[in-house]
């Protein structure tokens, strides 16, 4: 693990600027090479003299960055990159665009829409009762609160593509769907429902198409909703 005391560039931040601009900053320590997975970053106060903004700024970039799997806070040790973000590199890109709601929902779409075709051909029976239980919790709901169980859904089916290869971009989908979940303003629970359950139905039946074409209704429903309650 490297020292952070050596020296660094990063790109001077006016003061008006948002801590959006302070992430893309920092990342770009990763992407620029002057810092690698597992690096320590500098210290906090280094960064605000190197950065020119407000702690609370400041703070706010790294709490984001923290939340996309990015970087780790530790106690007493400072902050460092995650040891894994090379094998992660959609977290980065979530960073660069954490505000683009449209992107993640279309970056969302792509990633899902392929690991169902997959999914279909290799979930298990386990898994299957794992995402009925999902849907009757939707079903039951009585106040709408229902946001767990549904990304817990999509949970399911991605895992159960059981492909290592794009496992390191799973846990980046999961933040999605959260930053998109927090988006939506009103719930529809029975959409939901006919939605999750005709996508159930595909998998159980083994039928990757069905599964791509029952998925794509869904997440395009969603996009459209997405985007709709955003421009109110």
């Keep these: 693990m490297k020292d952070s005391s050596k020296k660094i560039n990063i790109e001077y931040v006016q003061r008006n600027t948002l801590s959006k601009q302070v992430m893309e900053s920092i990342v770009q320590l990763l992407i620029s090479g002057q ?21 609370p700024v400041l703070r706010e970039a790294l709490s984001s960055l923290e939340s996309l799997g990015v970087i780790t806070r530790k106690t007493r040790e400072g902050t460092f990159f995650n040891n894994k973000i090379s094998s992660h590199p959609f977290s980065v890109m979530l960073a660069l665009a954490h505000d683009n709601l449209q992107a993640m929902v279309e970056a969302r779409m792509a990633l899902e829409l392929g690991l169902i075709t997959m999914a279909a051909e290799k979930i298990s029976e386990e898994e299957l009762v794992r995402l009925k239980e999902t849907i009757d919790y939707i079903e039951n709901s009585q106040d709408g609160e229902y946001g767990e169980a549904d990304i817990e859904f999509h949970r399911i089916i991605a895992l159960s593509a059981d492909n290592p290869i794009v496992e390191g971009m799973i846990d980046s989908l999961i933040v999605t769907l959260v930053k998109i979940n927090n988006e939506i303003k009103v719930r529809e629970p029975e959409r939901t429902v006919r939605h999750h359950t005709a996508i159930y139905q595909a998998l159980a039946a083994g039928d990757p198409f069905e599964a791509f074409h029952q998925m794509y209704l869904h997440l395009d429903y969603v996009r459209q909703k997405v985007i709709k309650d955003t421009k109110k």
């Design 35 to 55: 810092l690698k997975p597992g690096d320590k970053l500098p210290t906090e106060m280094e960064l605000l003299e190197i950065l020119d903004v407000s702690r």
